[in-house]
């Protein structure tokens, strides 16, 4: 029942979003935070609501992460225009955030209280959190990569550069504490930290391509367009990890960590 009411938080959050953008573009730096802040708490404040009324974290189908998912996108894009005063950025995150929000209210789903036993870790609300915030912040580092590479005009990309480095450092090392409390939740969950299931096989070969880009920047900061490619290709990986592995055969009944896919 909880979630036909989502579509209420939803507008009220992309609006004052999309307010927030607008005074970004206007100069109106105050005006940007107090009102992508306020659609950070309606949001956030649904977010606790369905926490509420399941009894659990809302994080176990892929409905219930896009959720974290588009209340991080918005935070990132404040925290980029908070310390480089990009404008675009909160235009930008908003536009995805709005995409995120949109296939929820299109794709609706039954969200249950019951979670299998493996679930109800206390590692589980962590891990998948910790996990959307590195999905956010490398989802605004090749926001920046694809800018970078078709839009920019003239040399100069210093700038440019630090935002994309450090949204990315940030971002993996997110990643990377997503990945140890996984490793702890398996260990207690199957009495294993690692087992090569599908899902975790990916998630190693996207922590390894971010690890490719972070040593390419260290060993040729001046070749900046294979790196940026880099991390495309990267961000790639990152989604298949996250829902491509959904559709794969070869993890239908097999991977533990494949979700419900209505």
């Not at 509420?52 to 974290?57: G, H, S």
């Not at 991390?231 to 298949?240: S, T």
């Amino acid at each position: 029942m909880i979630w036909s009411y989502f579509v209420v938080f939803a507008i009220i959050s992309v609006l004052l979003w999309a307010v927030g953008a607008w005074a970004s573009w206007r100069n109106r730096r105050s005006l940007a935070f107090i009102t992508t802040g306020l659609g950070l708490c309606v949001f956030f404040s649904y977010i606790l609501i369905m926490w509420i009324t399941l009894e659990r974290p809302p994080l176990r189908t892929m409905g219930e992460t896009r959720l974290w998912y588009s209340f991080f996108l918005p935070l990132a894009g404040m925290i980029v225009y908070s310390r480089w005063q990009y404008k675009w950025i909160l235009s930008f995150s908003t536009l995805l955030a709005t995409v995120f929000v949109c296939v929820n209210l299109f794709k609706p789903e039954i969200h249950s209280k019951t979670l299998m036993p493996a679930l109800q870790s206390p590692w589980f609300a962590p891990h998948v959190i910790v996990y959307m915030m590195a999905y956010a912040l490398l989802g605004a580092a090749v926001v920046m990569s694809v800018y970078l590479l078709f839009f920019k005009k003239g040399t100069d990309t210093t700038k440019e550069m630090e935002i994309t480095d450090n949204l990315t450092y940030v971002g993996l090392s997110f990643m990377t504490l997503g990945m140890l409390m996984g490793a702890l939740w398996a260990k207690e969950a199957w009495g294993h930290y690692w087992a090569w299931d599908p899902k975790e096989t990916w998630a190693a070969i996207t922590w390894f391509s971010y690890l490719v880009y972070v040593h390419y920047r260290q060993y040729r900061p001046h070749h900046l367009r294979p790196a940026l490619i880099i991390l495309i290709i990267a961000f790639c990986l990152l989604q298949m990890c996250w829902w491509g592995i959904n559709y794969l055969p070869s993890a239908q009944g097999i991977s533990v960590h494949t979700y419900n896919l209505n």
